[in-house]
């Protein structure tokens, strides 16, 4: 076979992985549409196969960057959760990392020049989930030497494939083996892939100090700028409709205006909506029975059956009125008080920083749910972009700041405003050279 078929016969091969990914994705979306919470015929706080393939979203991060692709294996690209085109490999993409965090292996700690090599020697996918995360959530593991993580990257070693990650509360970092997955499959995802120029600011030479995991690209990006409201508005009415979804009885309940809200008392729960949008769930005493804690039969351990609850509750409340906005679990914490599951809203896998905190929290205590709030908001795009600074001149300017140290990290910010634009964030001190 002479070079110009073999290369025909290449490209034609990775065309039809790429439709073969985006056909698997449409199916799922389609199974969620077919059997979406709070639809007629579906208790939107039970089981069901619908929130079986939810559950893939808690290993599904806002970005994903794949390093050793295209055909010769040596480029890299940066992918944001919501793109255009990127449902399909994100969705490929969150299998792998299923399929490797069920491995039983034992996590070794390993060195920071490990985690570099990791990340840009090796053919494998760097997953940023952009939050706290207990491992025990995304493997469904309960075991006391389980770290709390925001990075993961997988990657083809010389013996399979391996899992490097970085334990938040400790700062070390772990490796270790992945005794099932077949590394043909990473490599098959990432050959379909086209490189861009994204280098980390530990290989970058005008990093400025920053956060040594901090994603670069040499040219300014173009985020939307995006039209903010409140798709719930004031009033009982708006109240009653949101009872409804939660399945709470409007007949049984009382009301009564109080402060710039609306308030609802059913049994010993209380329901609050704001002129904001913000509605607050407070149960008496130790919690309700009206939220069970259930889950799909494959969550045996607490905090990934709490945040399987948590997000039913949120679905049933949110979709459909956030627009273009997606959710994402950014922090799930054990308190003296209780453990606290939160939520960010993304746009295009940019997250979006609420004056009033986070989208969605929730507080959990034994078998119920004590109280929750929901910050409801909705996002449609303007057809206008936001106007950032090139990353270069952007570090320039954090370095001028005196926030050395810090990752440089693009966010929409939402201050209650009709619009919301995207912009860079110093964001704090997560990794470092060890």
């Not at 990340?119 to 309960?142: A, C």
């Not at 904001?276 to 804690?293: K, Q, V």
């Not at 049933?316 to 308190?335: F, H, K």
């Not at 709030?373 to 270069?392: A, F, H, I, Q």
């Amino acid at each position: 076979m002479d070079k110009s078929k073999k290369k025909t016969l290449t490209e034609l091969g990775k065309d039809v992985l790429i439709v073969l990914l985006a056909c698997s994705a449409l199916w799922l979306a389609d199974r969620i549409r077919t059997v979406m919470p709070g639809t007629e015929g579906t208790d939107p706080f039970r089981p069901s196969e619908v929130q079986q393939l939810e559950h893939m979203e808690q290993v599904r991060p806002l970005r994903l960057v794949a390093n050793g692709v295209g055909g010769t294996g040596s480029g890299r690209c940066l992918l944001y959760w919501g793109e255009e085109n990127s449902e399909a490999v994100f969705q490929q993409a969150s299998s792998l990392l299923t399929e490797a965090l069920s491995s039983p292996g034992k996590a070794e700690k390993t060195s920071r020049r490990h985690w570099e090599e990791a990340l840009t020697k090796r053919p494998g996918l760097y997953f940023d989930f952009q939050g706290q995360i207990p491992m025990e959530v995304l493997t469904d593991q309960h075991r006391e030497d389980l770290p709390v993580v925001r990075r993961l990257v997988l990657y083809k070693a010389i013996n399979g494939m391996e899992l490097c990650y970085r334990d938040e509360t400790e700062g070390t970092y772990l490796a270790q083996q992945v005794a099932v997955g077949n590394p043909d499959h990473l490599e098959e995802l990432l050959a379909a892939l086209t490189g861009d120029e994204t280098v980390y600011a530990f290989e970058s030479a005008w990093s400025g100090g920053m956060d040594p995991d901090t994603l670069l690209h040499p040219t300014a990006p173009t985020p939307p700028e995006y039209l903010a409201s409140n798709p719930v508005g004031g009033g009982r009415e708006a109240l009653e409709e949101l009872m409804g979804e939660l399945g709470f009885s409007v007949s049984t309940s009382s009301f009564y205006a109080s402060g710039g809200e609306q308030v609802a008392r059913n049994g010993n729960n209380m329901l609050r909506l704001s002129d904001w949008g913000t509605l607050r769930y407070e149960a008496d005493g130790e919690g309700s029975d009206h939220f069970p804690i259930q889950s799909p039969g494959d969550l045996e351990h607490p905090l990934a059956r709490y945040v399987d609850t948590a997000r039913r509750i949120t679905n049933a409340v949110m979709r459909g009125r956030t627009e273009q906005a997606r959710l994402y679990l950014n922090r799930v914490e054990e308190r003296k008080d209780g453990t606290l599951v939160t939520f960010g809203y993304s746009l295009n896998g940019i997250p979006v920083r609420l004056k009033e905190g986070p989208a969605a929290s929730f507080l959990f205590r034994g078998d119920h749910v004590v109280q929750f709030e929901l910050c409801l908001r909705s996002y449609t795009p303007s057809g206008n972009t936001s106007l950032v600074l090139p990353p270069r001149q952007a570090a320039a300017a954090q370095e001028a700041m005196g926030l050395e140290g810090q990752e440089l990290l693009l966010v929409y910010t939402d201050s209650g405003g009709d619009k919301v634009n995207a912009g860079w964030a110093a964001d704090g001190r997560s990794s470092e050279r060890k």
